[in-house]
């Protein structure tokens, strides 16, 4: 939901609550003008005027009360854009602020030939982070407008699985040994792309907030009920179970923005659980049963 919508609901309920106040106005002046003159010739009008009074003032109650919720909404979508402002600066000014500096060095000092590996390694990481950032404004762009390319196709689910592992443990400069797999082979129909922005954005999440020394448990099994079950298992500091449906939300990313050591847009998760529910699935959070970390289980129809 956007913000100009979000705002236009709280102003058009005001407006209709503005002309509700006006019409019990009037009708209980013209209850006091009939209720001054001959009660018995009236009484009829009478009636009708106080239980359309009461009617419009019930009205006008329930009008106040979902003024007040749509309001509230409105404010916390404010903030979680403020945030997600506060969070795409700092993901945008990071990587250039590095850049910027390492080629002021080359250019103004003679560097030996390592340093200057280095810093071309540096400089290429900052790169992949804004495209990272880049990409992830893209994919939610699309997601909103429901511009996904592609057709539906029969994907082999835990070869798509593989490949996006390899690819965030690339991208982090992590071995791939900290993703353990126990992947059973299955066909999931959708289309490929979704697919693999379901699995990266869980992958990211799981490599990018795993404990000090990371381990990451990938399975992925199909269900008598005709759809099959993944689970991403981390072993970070875990996720409040108070907190666990918020964190879905678009621009959601829990703590202070300006406090975080980890990078992010907090729009990870709200793209794989959008896609999870358009391909007619399921996801939900738990803790880790052997110890402490975080599971995201996604469960998807698989083709007959």
């Not at 209720?35 to 106040?64: C, E, I, N």
């Not at 129909?189 to 795993?210: C, G, S, T």
């Not at 907190?243 to 959601?252: H, M």
């Not at 992010?264 to 896609?275: E, N, P, Q």
Request: hydrophobic share 45%; proline share 4%; with cysteine.
């Amino acid at each position: 939901m956007s913000l100009r919508r979000s705002i236009r609901q709280p102003i058009t309920l005001a407006i209709v609550m503005i002309v509700l106040l006006v019409a019990l106005t009037v009708g209980w002046v013209l209850l006091n003008v009939f209720g001054a003159q001959d009660r018995p010739r009236s009484a009829g009008l009478y009636w009708v005027l106080l239980s359309v009074g009461t009617t419009v003032a019930v009205l006008l109650l329930v009008g106040v009360v979902l003024y007040l919720v749509l309001s509230v909404k409105a404010i916390n979508l404010t903030r979680r854009q403020s945030n997600f402002i506060d969070s795409v600066t700092h993901e945008l000014k990071s990587p250039i602020a590095s850049m910027k500096l390492y080629l002021q060095t080359l250019n103004r000092r003679e560097v030996d030939h390592q340093q200057q590996a280095n810093f071309y390694r540096f400089m290429l990481e900052d790169i992949e982070r804004l495209d990272r950032l880049i990409n992830q404004l893209l994919d939610a762009a699309r997601l909103d407008s429901e511009r996904i390319d592609g057709e539906a196709e029969d994907v082999a689910l835990a070869d798509l699985i593989k490949e996006c592992g390899g690819a965030v443990c690339m991208s982090y400069r992590v071995p791939e040994s900290v993703v353990h797999w126990d992947l059973e082979p299955c066909t999931v129909r959708a289309r490929r792309v979704e697919l693999q922005l379901i699995f990266r954005n869980l992958l990211d999440n799981a490599v990018k907030y795993a404990g000090a020394e990371p381990r990451v448990d990938v399975s992925l099994k199909p269900g008598p009920d005709g759809r099959v079950t993944t689970q991403v298992a981390d072993n970070g500091g875990g996720i409040p179970p108070k907190l666990r449906r918020k964190i879905f939300g678009r621009f959601v990313r829990l703590g202070m923005e300006l406090e975080r050591e980890k990078q992010g847009t907090g729009l990870g998760l709200y793209i794989a659980r959008t896609l999870v529910h358009r391909l007619r699935g399921r996801i939900r959070v738990r803790d880790r049963a052997d110890g402490p970390g975080t599971v995201f289980e996604v469960q998807l129809p698989t083709t007959p």
